[in-house]
């Protein structure tokens, strides 16, 4: 397995989290041509209460968002738009960890009339990019990793989550 799940909130049971969290994880390396044998993740399914203590305590923003993520060693590119370097496989098998609340998952899939299990995924597609060096504060940075979620989403059959 890829990922290695830790459900802190029961309510992701309801979701069959560990098989959605492994697909989308084991999309977006197959898309950029890792082997998924090679690495691991770590996901905590968690609630609202905590992902803001995560935040608070990595972040200096005591608020809770949808997904944080930590990779485990720095992979981002120098320059806007460009695609970061893939980690080498052998060395440390660890890509980094993920933390993912159920509370502010749900009400944004409401708001945005999706089903709960197309944004998690979305957003387990977005923490991996994360860990793998892509990134959306420089504005083409954020264009090439939106075009990858979109076309990662896309071959799993999840509409592109940037268009109304």
Request: aromatic share 6%; with cysteine.
């Amino acid at each position: 397995m890829l990922t290695d799940v830790i459900l802190e909130d029961d309510r992701w049971q309801g979701l069959d989290f560990e098989a959605l969290a492994e697909r989308a994880a084991q999309e977006v390396l197959g898309y950029l041509g890792l082997e998924v044998e090679d690495w691991e993740v770590a996901v905590l399914a968690c609630n609202d209460a905590r992902i803001a203590e995560l935040n608070a305590d990595f972040r200096d923003k005591p608020t809770a968002t949808n997904v944080l993520s930590w990779p485990s060693e720095e992979r981002g590119a120098e320059e806007d738009g460009e695609r970061p370097l893939l980690p080498e496989p052998g060395f440390d098998p660890e890509l980094g960890d993920i933390a993912i609340a159920y509370e502010t998952c749900a009400r944004e899939a409401e708001e945005a009339g999706k089903s709960m299990a197309d944004h998690v995924t979305h957003l387990m597609v977005h923490g991996v990019l994360h860990l793998l060096g892509y990134d959306h504060i420089r504005d083409k940075d954020a264009t090439l990793m939106e075009g990858l979620e979109t076309v990662i989403l896309g071959k799993m059959g999840i509409a592109d989550p940037y268009r109304d």
